[in-house]
């Protein structure tokens, strides 16, 4: 019988909080002593291997990376829109983080943009400094993995 994956070996995906990876291979593997199908991804940042169960790549809001298509629109997001400036930081922190977790590379957009202008005005604490570092280093690699996108295009993001 074959089954009907939402990825195939070889798809590039975005793992929300986790970057970017490529499925390398799906494994079926018994645990406790049941058998479960999983996803072997190789995460581009940081060197390293996951296996999440099939059955679980939805509820985690993995996807693929996005196409060129989107970019207009991405690009628009980045260069246009309001910041809110007036949360306190740990409100925002919030805010930025349940965005970020959507996995919707429209929402990590808004927050990389959001945080480079608030860093222009004012030191970031620590944990938005560090939540910029990472949400910008994912978005860069996703856009770096989009077929047909151009040198040019990327550096709007940096």
């Known amino acids: 019988m074959e089954v009907d994956y939402l990825f195939e070996i070889g798809d590039n995906i975005v793992y929300p909080m986790h970057g970017v990876g490529i499925i390398k291979a799906i494994e079926e593997k018994e645990i406790s002593g049941g058998r479960q199908q999983y996803y072997v991804i190789k995460m ?10 099939t059955d679980k790549i939805l509820s985690l809001s993995i996807r693929p990376v996005t196409d060129i298509i989107a970019l207009k629109h991405i690009i628009d ?21 349940d965005k970020i977790k959507t996995g919707r590379i429209q929402e990590s957009t808004e927050v990389v943009r959001d945080l480079i202008r608030l860093k222009k005005e004012k030191a970031l604490n620590p944990s938005e400094k560090k939540m910029l570092e990472n949400t910008h280093e994912f978005l860069i690699s996703e856009l770096g993995l989009i077929n047909g996108i151009t040198e040019n295009q990327i550096k709007i993001f940096c």
């Open 77 to 97: 997001i980045f260069q246009h829109g309001e910041t809110d400036r007036l949360l306190p930081w740990k409100q925002r922190y919030k805010v930025n983080t």
């Open 44 to 53: 581009l940042i940081g060197n390293m291997q996951v296996m999440i169960p």
